[in-house]
């Protein structure tokens, strides 16, 4: 399978290769919509050989992904990456014994500003601790957790590793979003 990115994420990919060689840890904070999710599957293609956990709020988000990714490659569901592990973070939670038998060379973190929750945050600290060699990607379309006393968790998780930050505006004046048309009825 090859996956071709567009410009905006090819930058956030090279980038975001490079800090976690560097770091061990790089976060991707761009708007919903504008392929943030092909960015690991790139990663998971590009290293056939490594064993990728897939870490994201609900399964339905991940296939929905899954979807739209053999809907850009054109390809089946027999020709997705077959290195990712998907685990939500609710599952991580409530089975934490999954910690010890995976053992992954790259952990996702999807919408990772989700792991700022206290259950669901205290499971994700546990399965890095566990694998401390494993390179991190988080992915989020915004890091901030406004209603926590507006953490940032691109702080909290990545040391402030972010290998590529774009705002709503500036995927709209870039024209990778539509700008939204407002109707108005009198």
């Excluded at 090859?2 to 930058?11: A, G, T, V, Y």
């Excluded at 599957?41 to 929905?64: E, M, Q, R």
């Excluded at 006393?149 to 930050?165: G, T, W």
Aim: with cysteine; charged share 20%; proline share 3%.
């Amino acid at each position: 399978m090859k996956i071709d990115l567009f410009e905006h994420n090819q930058m956030a990919y090279e980038s975001a290769v490079s800090m976690m060689n560097e770091t061990g840890k790089a976060a991707v904070i761009h708007p919903t919509g504008t392929g943030k999710s092909l960015i690991a599957f790139k990663l998971a293609v590009d290293n056939p050989g490594a064993a990728v956990c897939w870490l994201a709020p609900s399964s339905y988000i991940y296939h929905t992904q899954l979807e739209n990714l053999q809907k850009i490659t054109h390809s089946s569901e027999n020709e997705s990456p077959q290195n990712i592990t998907f685990i939500s973070y609710s599952k991580l939670m409530h089975n934490e014994d999954l910690i010890e038998k995976i053992n992954p060379d790259y952990i996702i973190l999807d919408e990772f500003h989700r792991c700022g929750a206290a259950e669901w945050g205290r499971s994700v600290k546990k399965l890095l601790e566990a694998h401390k060699t494993a390179k991190i990607l988080g992915l989020s379309a915004t890091n901030i957790r406004y209603l926590d006393n507006q953490r940032d968790m691109a702080d909290e998780l990545f040391d402030s590793c972010v290998a590529s930050e774009m705002t709503l505006g500036e995927a709209m004046a870039k024209g990778i979003l539509a700008t939204p048309k407002y109707v108005m009825a009198m």
